[in-house]
């Protein structure tokens, strides 16, 4: 159980155009879900926390405007990387809460960005 | 974001050998979560922490949770080419559930 899985899983686009990264929870629900970026030999960065059915949380640095998040339903969020550019190259990793007591968080496999 | 500092950074060791490797913060948690990543994929929860002072073992690996909230150590034992990869330590800081990644420390066996 507790399976998260992301779509795609790599993708290269050219400058200017956007991308979008689906997130889903397959076996249960998530109200909460997280957006994380790493580059490489680096840590995972949190991004944003994407609340379903409300607007995300974005973390100091982070521009909301470039990277759009909708967590639509208990089981999908997407993260829209807009107008992409060459320095948003990255691994985009989401996870979700779980509903247990210690809010523990799985995570997806991730996203291989690569910007022309 | 908050700092989790991992030491060492990278470690070089023979199959066989025993691993430590452990994890600071200047802030309390109330969770410790110990990740293992392998290149070209997400993080897989190897041990969780949820009390002070809580030793916890899963296979060949061991973690504590430090008495103060803010270190944790994670051991494995008889280390093996598959345990070849990036530990991250991780938790959500006593005020949030946002989680923060440690620096990483990077394993490499040699068989």
């Known amino acids: 159980g507790a399976v998260v899985s992301q779509h795609p899983s790599w993708v290269i686009c050219k400058s200017g155009t956007s991308v979008k990264i689906e997130c889903r929870s397959l076996?249960?629900?998530?109200?909460?879900m997280f957006w994380y970026r790493q580059f490489p030999k680096q840590s995972l960065m949190l991004m944003a926390t994407?609340?379903?059915?409300?607007?995300?949380?974005?973390e100091q640095g982070v521009e909301k405007d470039k990277f759009l998040i909708n967590h639509a339903s208990l089981t999908l969020s997407t993260l829209t990387v807009t107008s992409a550019h060459p320095e948003d190259s990255s691994f985009y990793i989401c996870?979700?809460?779980?509903?247990?007591?210690?809010?523990?968080?799985?995570f997806g496999p991730g996203t291989r960005l690569t910007v022309l | 974001g908050q700092q989790l500092n991992q030491s060492p950074q990278s470690m070089f060791i023979q199959e066989g050998e025993d691993v430590s490797m452990n994890c600071t913060s200047s802030?309390?948690?109330?969770?410790w979560l110990w990740y293992k990543q392998d290149p070209g994929e997400g993080p897989v929860l190897l041990i969780a922490?949820?009390?002070?002072?809580e030793l916890t073992s899963n296979g060949r690996l061991t973690a504590q949770f430090g008495i103060t909230r803010k270190d944790s150590f994670l051991n494995i034992s008889a280390s093996i080419p598959s345990d070849v990869g990036i530990y991250f330590c991780?938790?959500?800081?006593?005020?949030?559930?946002?989680?923060?990644f440690g620096t990483g420390t990077s394993l490499t066996v040699i068989p």
């Open positions: 802030s309390i948690f109330n969770t």
């Open positions: 996870s979700a809460e779980g509903t247990d007591e210690y809010n523990e968080q799985f």
């Open positions: 922490l949820y009390k002070a002072g």
């Open positions: 991780a938790g959500p800081i006593n005020t949030g559930n946002q989680f923060y």
């Open positions: 994407s609340n379903e059915g409300s607007k995300a949380t974005y």
């Open positions: 076996d249960f629900q998530a109200t909460t």
